[in-house]
């Protein structure tokens, strides 16, 4: 019998992947997409399948986490083997935007889904894994996190996504519903999210380097992360699944670096030199953006850093322990960290030559944004 995964988010970075790992392990894997007005699949393309077609591997199908008839629906139809939770409002910044719709999506999208689960009474029958995160180590307690490293999240995002993952623990010791969280640091890829910082930071230094921009503004570039790759980390969420228990795990690489180590590496892989500017420093020492230097010396190549980037709490430092999934599950990371930046750096940059193509054609490019 093929097995049937139901992804959330799979028009996500990990969505992506996640659906091309299981297709590739015989599953049938089913999405839940947004409607949008404009596509929104871009990162599943590739593996997508007309739907008149006989015999199909990739399901989408239309629901939202914050509307809890539609989860049940596209449960019931579907009867997945397995769930995987991967659908939130994921960015920690724009959750201090939009802090309730963050709550809605993320801590309470998770509690819908788990009823759906209870409501179908199919809790016998299906696997839960939840993506929880290390943003709920937030104000850190203990180098390096582990499993047993107590909470404090630093935002709205984190402190939804620690309901998200209580909610998920609390439905298995309360119903023996097979449910997991993994407890993911930061993972990147060439399909990460154009705001987070790894990839604002490839496409924009590609760009520079291009001559398509002058300018990279950044907030916080102290800030240290445990940075691995997506394609690495979705395995490892796969490989919770078919454990004999359900249990959490950290996944991590165990390797930390600055924002500041990530531009530096970036820049590196360009053979590109670049000037770090910033005017002044508040009574925190942090330094303010010099605004008017990008309009005025066009083709230069500066890093600035701007205080509208700056968080209202900051998560500093994150380092996490994954050695309980390397003895359960014999997961290890695979791709370094200057794997990771040289492949997000190659992409980058062959997009930013087709943007300079059509640029040179006269026509506008899909600019820097925020
Ligand atoms: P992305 O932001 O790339 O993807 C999020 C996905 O969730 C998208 O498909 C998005 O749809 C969907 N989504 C957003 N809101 C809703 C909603 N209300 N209803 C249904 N779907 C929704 O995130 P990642 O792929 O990077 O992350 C996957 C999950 O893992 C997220 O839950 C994230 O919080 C968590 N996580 C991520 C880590 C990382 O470093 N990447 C680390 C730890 C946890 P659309 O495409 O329409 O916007
Ligand atoms: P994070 O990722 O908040 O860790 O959450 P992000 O890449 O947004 O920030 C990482 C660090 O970089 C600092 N930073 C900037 N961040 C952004 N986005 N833009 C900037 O210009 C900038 N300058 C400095 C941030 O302050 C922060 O310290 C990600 C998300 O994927 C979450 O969904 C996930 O749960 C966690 O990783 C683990």
Redesign the pocket.
């Known amino acids: 019998m093929t097995k049937k995964a139901l992804l959330t988010g799979v028009t996500g970075?990990d969505g992506a992947y996640l659906a091309e790992f299981l297709l590739e392990k015989g599953y049938q894997v089913h999405g839940i997409k947004r409607r949008a007005s404009q596509f929104n699949t871009q990162r599943i393309d590739h593996i997508y399948q007309d739907p008149h077609e006989p015999d199909q591997r990739l399901v989408l199908h239309y629901g939202d986490l914050t509307d809890s008839t539609n989860l049940i629906r596209v449960v019931q139809e579907v009867q997945p083997d397995e769930i995987y939770n991967l659908g939130?409002q994921?960015?920690?910044?724009v959750s201090f935007e939009s802090p309730e719709y963050t709550a809605n999506s993320d801590a309470m999208g998770t509690l819908r889904l788990l009823e759906a689960i209870r409501i179908l009474k199919m809790e016998d029958r299906v696997k839960f894994y939840q993506?929880s995160?290390?943003?709920m180590f937030g104000e850190v307690q203990e180098v390096p996190q582990r499993e047993s490293t107590p909470f404090y999240p630093r935002?709205p995002?984190?402190v939804a996504?620690l309901y998200a993952h209580w909610i998920t623990v609390n439905y298995r010791e309360s119903y023996g519903l097979f449910a997991c969280s993994g407890i993911?640091?930061?993972?990147?890829s060439p399909l990460?999210?154009e705001?987070?910082?790894?990839?604002?930071i490839t496409r924009a230094l590609a760009r520079i380097f291009l001559g398509l921009d002058d300018c990279l503004?950044?907030?916080?570039?102290n800030?240290?992360?445990d940075w691995g790759h997506a394609r690495d980390y979705v395995e490892a969420q796969w490989l919770m699944l078919q454990q004999e228990q359900p249990e959490d795990f950290v996944i991590a690489t165990g390797k930390q670096n600055s924002?500041r180590d990530f531009v530096v590496a970036a820049a590196r892989r360009l053979g590109m030199e670049i000037e770090w500017k910033g005017e002044g420093a508040d009574e925190h020492g942090v330094l303010a953006a010099a605004p008017d230097e990008c309009k005025a010396r066009p083709g230069a190549r500066i890093v600035v850093v701007?205080k509208r980037?700056?968080?209202p709490a900051?998560?500093?430092t994150?380092l996490g322990d994954a050695s309980k999934a390397k003895a359960k599950l014999g997961w290890e990371p695979r791709i370094s960290f200057d794997e990771l930046v040289s492949e997000m750096v190659e992409k980058d940059l062959e997009w930013a030559r087709r943007d300079a193509l059509i640029e040179k054609s006269g026509y506008r490019s899909y600019r820097f944004r925020?």
């Open positions: 970075q939130a994921s960015h920690v910044a993506a995160t290390s943003e935002s995002y984190g996504k993911l640091f930061n993972h990147e990460r999210g705001t987070f910082v790894t990839r604002k503004y950044l907030g916080n570039l800030a240290l992360r924002v701007d980037y700056f968080r900051e998560v500093e994150l925020e």
